[in-house]
């Protein structure tokens, strides 16, 4: 049984830094994307940044890619998620999604077979 488990979530003031970590766990044949998604209440679960198994190609959302950075060690089955000068509008439950078997793109919640629990990120003004 695959397990993904997020640590790192904290309450920050803006311009703060978190690192989120999402250990993998039991069998899992790693392929196509790994990636973190946020929700906040109210809104669509949405993709904050991808790592491409095989090339190692990392991909962020527009709305990060200035602040964010992620990362996978492969050899400690870990994806990292870097996050600086953090905003209000970055508040929200963090997951990690993993074995993307189906097509589509990085974004697309429906690709991921594997979740976690989440991690709760909150950024005060």
């Known amino acids: 049984q695959v397990q993904l488990v997020e640590s790192g979530g904290g309450s920050v003031q803006a311009g703060g830094s978190l690192n989120l970590s999402c250990v993998t766990s039991?069998?899992?044949?790693?392929?196509?994307?790994t990636a973190w998604f946020r929700q906040a209440p109210g809104k669509e679960r949405e993709g904050v940044g991808a790592?491409?198994?095989?090339?190692?190609?990392?991909y962020l959302a527009d709305s990060v890619k200035d602040r964010f950075a992620i990362s996978r060690d492969n050899a400690k089955n870990t994806l990292y998620l870097q996050m600086t000068n953090l905003k209000p509008e970055d508040t929200a439950m963090y997951y990690c999604?993993?074995?993307?078997?189906?097509?589509?793109?990085?974004?697309?919640?429906?690709?991921?077979?594997?979740w976690g629990q989440g991690t709760q990120v909150t950024v005060s003004s």
């Open positions: 790592y491409y198994f095989g090339i190692g190609d990392t």
């Open positions: 039991g069998y899992y044949y790693p392929r196509g994307f």
């Open positions: 999604a993993a074995g993307s078997y189906g097509d589509g793109p990085w974004t697309a919640p429906r690709i991921y077979s594997y």
